[in-house]
């Protein structure tokens, strides 16, 4: 551990020596168109794109549709949380794996090269395990949004493109839940050992530009690496559910999106 700090600190502060001197230098209210609307936008030749115009919902109640959505959004945060709070459910999945910050990826390969590859791993192992620790706190959250949709809300999202739900609760949702996972992640780092090496060696090092201002902070910096994470995952539930609507829980949710494509 003591060696990662070090690694740390100067990797931070002469990135150039890691090229030069090797092993030396090792030390980012309707919500629908009628259709009396909706021929009012034809004749005005402004007619909704189809899929996106909701016609398909003209039969079904509001409340219904409401009652639909709620039950796909409550399903879509369900499935997101839960694949990402199980054992490694960051770190064994690339497309939300939390990476090493600025700098420290690009000598991420020449630290392994060297021997010293374990300690990133170690960190990157941390980070992830940290992330996925937190990502339950959102559950609560993210209900609790989907019960506070507005009737303008509720249209948009059922009109609007494959994320429009994800959209929104990335819009609604992000400080609350952000102020959830800090707590916990501050937690799990310390227990590591190297947050706060890590932060006081990358704010100097974020002023001369090698590592961004925002990943400064360690726990910062996973902190939004989990939250976009955590949409990523939503917008992929979103997607599968507006395309494979009989494979959305509940009966109300099933007959919404169906009538939406």
């Known amino acids: 551990m003591r060696r990662l700090m070090l690694c ?3 990797l931070l502060l002469s990135p150039g020596l890691a090229c030069a001197d090797g092993l030396g230098g090792l030390l980012n209210g309707n919500p629908l168109q009628t259709l009396e609307q909706q021929g009012q936008a034809a004749l005005q030749g402004q007619a909704p794109s189809a899929g996106q115009n909701g016609s398909g919902l003209q039969g079904i109640s509001q409340a219904d549709q409401e009652g639909g959505l709620r039950q796909a959004l409550v399903q879509g945060a369900e499935s997101a949380v839960s694949s990402l709070g199980r054992t490694n459910g960051y ?5 939300v794996r939390i990476p090493l910050p600025g700098r420290l990826q690009q000598v ?14 170690d960190l990157v192992a941390s980070m992830n395990h ?18 506070n949709m507005s009737v303008s809300d509720v249209r948009q999202i059922l009109t609007g493109g494959d994320d429009a739900a994800t959209q929104y609760f990335r819009r609604t ?23 706060s090496i890590y932060d006081r060696y990358a704010g100097q090092a974020a002023q001369f530009g090698l590592v961004n201002q925002q990943d400064s902070s360690l726990e910062g910096y996973i902190t939004q690496k989990a939250l976009d994470g955590l949409f990523l995952m939503m917008a992929n539930e979103e997607r599968q559910i507006r395309q494979h609507p009989m494979e959305a829980v509940g009966g109300l949710a099933r007959r919404v999106f169906s009538a939406l494509q």
């Open 8 to 10: 740390l600190a100067v």
């Open 91 to 95: 770190l064994d999945n690339p497309q």
């Open 108 to 121: 991420d390969g020449l630290m392994h090269q060297v021997g010293l590859g374990r300690y990133s791993d």
């Open 130 to 147: 940290a992330a996925e620790q937190a990502v339950p706190q959102a559950r609560t959250i993210l209900v609790n949004a989907v019960k």
């Open 173 to 195: 949702t992000s400080p609350a839940i952000a102020a959830r996972f800090q707590p916990i992640i501050h937690q799990t780092m310390n227990k590591v050992g190297v947050a």
